[in-house]
């Protein structure tokens, strides 16, 4: 499972719901190359649709330019999952229309195989490091109201 891929498969505009699901679904099952190969009637049971939405959702994903079909056979000729390679780069996330999946973007080429160049980057991409730093600390702690402490739950007085 790929956090940073479902991360990122969050923020993209898909134009529909249930597509989003579909990608969300395929970036949970993935591993940190972006490679997932779930079948679609598992897709189909944990996104709660037909097989035949997500065929339609994953040929849409395929034309959109965020997710690559590899088809697999076994030896004796029998299907077995597809591979799919997810392109779910910044270019995918900022709205922008993406490269075909597999392409390098305008004759450029990362390192590592990566279409951005980013993940070699120290600390993140332009050495974000870990993220926003003016983010609060979650609590999780019960709130405590000094103003309302003598109040009786059941007759709301004191």
Known sequence: MSMILTARALQIKTGNPLRKLVLVKLADNANDQGESWPSVPYIAEQCEIS???????????????????????????????????????????????????????????????????????????????????????????PVIDPDNKNINPVRGKA
């Open 51 to 141: 097989e035949r939405s997500v065929q339609n959702h994953i040929n849409a994903l395929v034309k959109m330019g965020l997710v690559r079909v590899e088809s697999r056979k076994s030896a004796n000729g029998l299907n077995q999952s597809n591979i799919y390679h997810l392109c779910l780069d910044a270019t995918a996330v900022s709205g922008e229309s993406p490269a075909p999946c597999g392409a390098n973007p305008a004759g450029g080429s990362g390192a590592n195989g990566s279409r951005t160049g980013a993940a070699d980057a120290p600390g993140g991409a332009n050495g974000s490091g870990s993220g926003a730093g003016a983010a609060p600390g979650i609590s999780h702690d």
